[in-house]
């Protein structure tokens, strides 16, 4: 179990935006403090696929955010894509842990080339480098030579590339439950406790433990 709870938690342009405030809630939910970092092409993802309009300053987004979630708005902050001086971007103040969620494959291959154009793309950077961990929840298909090339040099500098592929296996009814199955492996994987998703081979609410 990790003890620093703190975690940066990044939404880029792909779809899945369910995926991404699933996972927002329940970080919350788990007392976590995350470091939320929007793209503007996550604004318009939102927008299209859960009639979210984030607002346009960062408070204001973070105090939206806490409501949409039901948490205490303190344990929300949202940066700009160029506020350079926040902790995220400082290898020495940065949370461990970082997912980006859902990950778009524009901000795969810059991550991959290691460019630091904005602050997500810097975020991650800071946490290869510090030998953090970082989850990439892709999601894009086909994939091309060129995903799979930069999925593999991410993953051999030790990055967890997640792509958003929810299993059958427990007999999904609702959307819901689909996005919950790639949502319980993240936290499965940054070690978080999680019952939304029963394990294989166990009942709900067993634990292997």
């Known amino acids: 179990m990790q003890t620093d709870k703190r975690i940066t938690l990044a939404m880029t342009g792909a779809s899945g935006a369910p995926y991404g405030l699933r996972l927002l809630e329940l970080l919350t939910k788990a007392g976590y403090d995350i470091h939320l970092l929007i793209s503007s092409a996550a604004k318009v993802v ?3 696929e859960e009639n979210l309009k984030v607002p346009a ?10 409501q949409h979630v039901g948490c205490d708005k303190e344990q929300i902050s949202v940066y700009g894509k160029d506020e350079w ?3 995220v971007a400082s290898g020495s103040a940065a949370p461990r842990q970082m ?14 080339s290691g ?10 950077d800071v946490v290869i480098k510090e ?7 892709t999601r894009e298909m086909p994939l091309s030579s060129i995903h799979l090339e ?12 997640m792509p958003a592929s929810p299993g059958f296996y427990h007999n999904p009814t609702k959307i ?8 319980a492996r993240i936290l499965d994987h940054l070690g978080i406790e999680q019952s939304i998703m029963a394990r294989w081979g166990y009942k709900p609410g067993q634990s292997p433990d």
Request: glycine letters at 6%; a negative charge; hydrophobic letters at 50%.
């Open 99 to 112: 997912v980006i969620c859902p990950c778009s494959t524009g901000t795969l291959s810059a991550i991959a």
């Open 131 to 137: 030998r953090g961990q970082l989850i990439m929840v």
């Open 46 to 48: 939102l927008a299209t």
């Open 85 to 87: 001086f926040s902790c």
């Open 176 to 183: 819901g439950d689909l996005v919950d199955f790639v949502v």
């Open 115 to 124: 460019a630091c154009d904005n602050l997500i793309e810097r975020a991650a």
């Open 57 to 66: 300053k960062a408070d204001n987004a973070a105090e939206f955010f806490a």
């Open 150 to 161: 930069n999925m593999l040099k991410l993953s051999n500098l030790g990055v967890t590339m």
